[in-house]
């Protein structure tokens, strides 16, 4: 798809505790960046046990068996899946970011989701935690570039960004 052209949003309003997108792969909405991650079944609960960013060791080890369950779906030419491994790849970026930015994982030092006014939450949205003096070079940030090198990889597979363009086609014709 073209930079700039809109894309059909993410459906939330599929019941998703029901839905098995393997089977019914017209429902899914490719949406913005990880939008549905946690939603899609049954693709979710394969990719989900084996997505870990604690460290280097372990974001190295998760990102290759996400990149090897991508190829799987990818054999499959299952678009559904592959786009959902990116996904979960791309989760794995950018959380582990957050925590190289933020030890915590808080970027804000009161969460503008609670705050009750208009007002009160720009208040709090420039409220920012001092990011961490080793950002860039701490575990988290080792992480973080090892699931984009991943990311960035089955983003830009081709097989992917056929099926994508297919099925990006498809949604803007439903």
């Known amino acids: 798809m073209p930079r700039g052209e809109k894309r059909a949003s993410f459906d939330y309003s599929i019941d998703f505790a029901k839905t098995d997108f393997r089977k019914h792969p017209e429902l899914y909405r490719i949406g913005k960046g990880e ?7 049954p693709y979710k609960s394969e990719i989900l046990p084996h997505w870990r960013f604690k460290t280097p060791e372990i974001a ?15 054999r499959k030419k299952d678009f ?4 959902m491994a990116r996904k ?15 030890a ?15 007002k009160l ?31 960035l990889k089955v983003r830009e597979d081709p097989s992917y960004k056929t099926l994508k363009a297919e ?6 014709g439903t």
């Open 167 to 172: 099925h990006a086609a498809r949604e803007k």
């Open 88 to 102: 979960f790849l791309q989760m794995g970026y950018t959380r582990a970011r957050r925590y190289a930015n933020h």
């Open 60 to 74: 190295k080890a998760s990102s290759e068996k996400i990149q090897r369950i991508f190829l799987g779906y990818k």
């Open 121 to 151: 939450e720009r208040k709090a949205r420039t409220n920012v935690r001092p990011q961490e003096t080793d950002w860039d070079t701490n575990e988290k940030a080792q992480a973080a570039r090892i699931f984009y090198e991943a990311y």
């Open 80 to 83: 559904v899946g592959m786009d």
């Open 35 to 41: 939008r549905g991650v946690l939603l899609v079944e």
């Open 104 to 118: 915590s994982g808080r970027k804000y030092a009161s969460n503008p989701q609670n705050e009750r006014t208009e």
